[in-house]
């Protein structure tokens, strides 16, 4: 099968890398994912083990779409019976860049949204079934057995299936949030490319809800992500049906790995923030996510907390200051500059989205990874303190 594996912008080559860990090859890295031949085992381990996707497609049909008429008629040349029949509850969403409202063939009717879009797709469906006399399936947006995904690129259509339902970042672990989180693919994203690998210390020092640290541990532990999720295509009774049974094996053996990795685990992690409403937040997440002997949470400033051990890996996404004024903000970034100057043999990654960061906080970075924390552009730096670099 043909998958496309989405990814958050700029996580496209850490996610490539992952794939490749999991001895899935990919074949193209295009901007918005990595694309992959895989059979459905592959399709199973990539589902249960990936952190940083955010969903794993597989590919129907791809043609030419200039509007509301071409579209419904390249969903009608699928054969959906192949997947889905009357009595299964299915859902349409629809994304990309949609063709041009001032389309030349003024006939096509016009694609005005995404909604409009997935409907056209929901319709061709449910017409071709009716007609082959099965009767029509249900629409079920929160939890379809069988979830169609369309992808625009402008003057074509792409049309796929999402066998897990619900997008990957849904662990299952954080049932709360601070007021800012990360999603969790995107900071399994920033700890990998962090190369933190567990045998160092690991502190978060605005951990919030912990997402970080949790993704963190979790990957230093071969924890697989998807162990205790659901996934719908465990509900598919045609083509594709022996993935659920896959997944449910895939899914046995990680938890298996996860108790046995948990039994032996020895971490050095830490979680501070200011705020303590946030931190009994983090604790209730890292508790579900199984991680309350491996991650310490305390109350502190980040511009005044304890000097850390040398060696100590420093992950976090400091505010961005929508909450606070830009006078307060850039005193923040300044202050924890001074502060951290003192530090000895650390290095620290920060996240950053304030287009002043860098400067206010004062200290030379050494490289950096261009991401996007939902639209918002952000920069990964990495910074080495204290440590002697030769200048
Ligand atoms: C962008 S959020 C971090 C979100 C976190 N990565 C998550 O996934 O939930 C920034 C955090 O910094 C905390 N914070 C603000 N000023 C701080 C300070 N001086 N010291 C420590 N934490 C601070 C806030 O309480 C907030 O939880």
């Given amino acids: 099968m043909r998958v496309l594996v989405t990814a958050s912008a700029g996580t496209q080559r850490l996610l490539a890398a992952e794939c490749g860990d999991l001895d899935l090859r990919p074949r193209r890295v295009p901007a918005h994912g990595v694309e992959l031949d895989l059979t459905w085992e592959e399709i199973a381990r990539a589902l249960v083990h990936l952190r940083i996707a955010q969903r794993v497609l597989i590919r129907l049909t791809h043609f030419p779409c200039d509007g509301a008429d071409s579209l419904y008629d390249g969903a009608r040349a699928v054969d959906w019976s192949r997947w889905v029949d009357a009595k299964q509850t299915i859902a349409v969403a629809a994304t990309g860049r949609l063709p041009r409202a001032n389309s030349p063939s003024r006939e096509a009717g016009q694609l005005t949204h995404h909604v409009f879009a997935s409907q056209r797709v929901k319709d061709a469906l449910c017409d071709q079934l009716r007609e082959q006399g099965g009767g029509r399936p249900t ?17 074509s259509c792409s049309l796929w299936l999402d066998p897990a339902g619900a997008a990957l970042h849904r662990r299952g672990y954080r049932a709360e949030s601070g007021a800012a989180p990360l999603r969790e693919t995107l900071a399994a994203a920033v700890m990998r490319a962090s190369g933190w690998q567990g045998k160092r210390p690991l502190i978060d020092p605005f951990c919030g809800s912990g997402t970080l640290l949790i993704e963190g541990a979790s990957a230093a532990l071969g924890l697989a992500p998807g162990r205790d999720r659901t996934f719908s295509a465990r509900n598919w009774r045609h083509e594709g ?149 030769g200048r």
């Fill in 139 to 155: 629409v079920d947006l929160d939890d379809a057995d069988v979830r169609v995904v369309a992808r625009f690129h402008g003057d």
């Fill in 241 to 389: 049906s022996e993935l659920g049974p896959l997944l449910a094996k895939a899914q046995t053996a990680a938890r298996a790995q996860a108790e046995q990795a948990l039994a032996s685990a020895k971490l050095d992690v830490l979680g501070t923030d200011l705020d303590p409403n946030v931190l009994r937040l983090a604790r209730g997440n890292i508790a579900r996510a199984g991680l309350k002997d491996q991650i310490r949470i305390e109350q502190a400033d980040a511009t005044r907390m304890p000097r850390p051990a040398p060696g100590t890996v420093l992950v976090a996404n400091p505010p961005y200051g929508e909450r606070m004024g830009g006078d307060e903000i850039l005193g923040l970034y300044a202050a924890l500059g001074r502060h951290w100057s003192t530090f000895t043999g650390c290095e620290a990654h920060l996240l950053d989205g304030h287009r002043d960061f860098a400067d206010a906080f004062g200290l030379p970075w050494t490289n950096y990874l261009e991401l996007s924390n939902g639209s918002l552009p952000v920069l990964l730096r990495r910074y080495e303190l204290g440590v002697d670099q």
